[in-house]
Every structure is written in structure tokens, then in C-alpha cells.
């Protein structure tokens, strides 16, 4: 079955500092891959989306992700925290079905 | 541009009472409708999703039941609500026939069960 795995379940980031949050799938093909943000108490929000084509895609709010087909990953990047980015993160993978499977969330804090 | 809109935000009702939750879209015709359960500090929980008017499909066997009355509304009930019950409901969107596109989330309603 199919199944996408974020180790991480939070993460510290000093303000400023860089950010990778990693996401692992299970899939014999390459799925639609997405991450998404949910800040306390609201919904989730895109961040990004990949494909297929160019294996690093950009996202909103200063974030991009990489696939990595031989290593089965997407792992969600920004080159400088901002204390706004606090929240969970949420990786997602379709496989080409109705239903898309969400990670367990990585909690980012964000500390000054 | 499209909309989705979930109510009530939050809700507090007593073990064994009723619910409906609604949730409405705008901007598209004819979405994959969805509805999730958020468990505190947990990853989202796939409970129905639609395609279509009537059409509902069953992830988890439960209390809970889910009725899609027209093409951009779907309702969340109980009949009787168990303790269990409590967490953050989100209803989601994505266009027909696009399963290679996202979903689009409402803003989620907190239900405390006492």
C-alpha cells in the first residue's frame, strides 16, 4: 500500500536559519507529490506541487522542494526561517486514485 | 475564483446529541468533495469522500455519515455523538476529474464533545 512518512514529528529552526523537512513515499511509480502548510486552528494551504519535469519545484512563501526519485523522497526547503513560518507541515502523495495520503505533519518552531 | 466555506468554526455538544457540519463551495461545478478528521497533534484522517450528487464513499466505518444534497454542498451528521467524536473536522475540494491536483481546504471546525 501505498504510504508517505515524515520522520520528523517537529523540527527547531533558530530565525534565519535554513529549513529542510523531509518526506519519504511508498510507490512503485512516480505519484503527484504536495506539501502543505497549516498554521494553528485553520486549514491547510499549498505550498507546492510536483508532476513531473523539472525535479525541483518552487512554492509561495519562499519555500521549494526536491524529488528524488532513486531515493523515493520530497523534501520540503527555505534558505532563511522566518518566524511566520511556524506551523505543521504536511507532506501528501496521489498516486492516481480519489484519495491522497497525508504524512503525520513535522511541527516547525521557529525559535528568535 | 473558487471558495470553500465550512461552518459552524466551532461547535460544543453533549455525548449523544446530534450533528451537522456543512460545508459549501463556490467557483467550480461538480468537485471531488472530502471530509477529514484532525486528531490533536495527529495527521488528517480521510472519513468520505463524493463525486457526484448522492454519491458517498465510506473510509472509516463509524457513527458518522456524510450526504452531498447538492453539487457544491456536503454535510457532516450524527445521529449521536460518542466522546470519540471530538477533533478538527476539515472539508476539502478539488476539481473533477483532476486527481492529479490538490486539495483545497476549509478553515476546519473545532467540535469538543462533552
Known amino acids: 500500500a501505498q504510504s508517505v512518512t515524515q520522520p520528523d514529528i517537529h523540527i527547531t529552526v533558530s530565525e534565519g536559519a535554513s529549513l529542510e523537512l523531509r518526506c519519504n513515499y511508498s510507490?512503485?511509480?512516480?505519484?503527484?507529490l504536495f506539501w502543505y502548510v497549516q498554521s494553528p486552528g485553520q486549514g491547510l494551504q499549498l505550498l507546492l506541487k510536483y508532476f513531473s519535469g523539472d525535479t525541483l519545484v518552487q512554492g509561495i512563501k519562499g519555500f521549494e522542494a526536491e524529488f528524488k526519485r532513486s531515493q523515493s523522497s520530497f523534501n520540503l526547503r527555505k534558505p532563511s526561517v522566518h518566524w511566520s513560518d511556524a506551523a505543521e507541515y504536511f507532506c501528501?502523495?496521489?498516486?492516481?486514485?480519489?484519495?491522497?495520503?497525508f504524512g503525520a505533519g513535522t511541527r516547525l518552531f521557529v525559535k528568535a | 475564483s473558487q471558495t470553500i466555506h465550512q461552518w459552524p468554526a466551532t461547535l460544543v455538544q453533549p455525548v449523544g446529541s446530534p450533528l451537522s457540519l456543512e460545508c459549501t463551495v463556490e467557483?467550480?461545478?461538480?468537485?471531488?468533495l472530502y471530509w477529514y478528521r484532525q486528531a490533536a497533534g495527529r495527521g488528517l484522517q480521510l472519513l468520505f469522500y463524493s463525486v457526484g450528487i448522492g454519491q458517498i464513499s465510506s473510509e472509516v466505518p463509524q457513527n458518522l455519515s456524510a450526504s452531498r444534497p447538492q453539487d457544491r454542498q456536503f454535510i457532516l451528521s450524527s445521529k449521536k455523538l460518542l466522546l470519540s467524536d471530538s477533533g478538527f473536522y476539515l472539508c476539502?475540494?478539488?476539481?473533477?476529474?483532476?486527481?492529479?491536483?490538490?486539495?483545497?481546504f476549509g478553515d476546519g471546525t473545532r467540535l469538543s464533545i462533552l
Open positions: 476539502a475540494w478539488q476539481l473533477q476529474g483532476a486527481i492529479n491536483q490538490p486539495q483545497h
Open positions: 467557483g467550480t461545478s461538480n468537485p471531488n
Open positions: 510507490y512503485g511509480a512516480t505519484p503527484y
Open positions: 501528501a502523495v496521489n498516486t492516481g486514485g480519489f484519495k491522497t495520503i
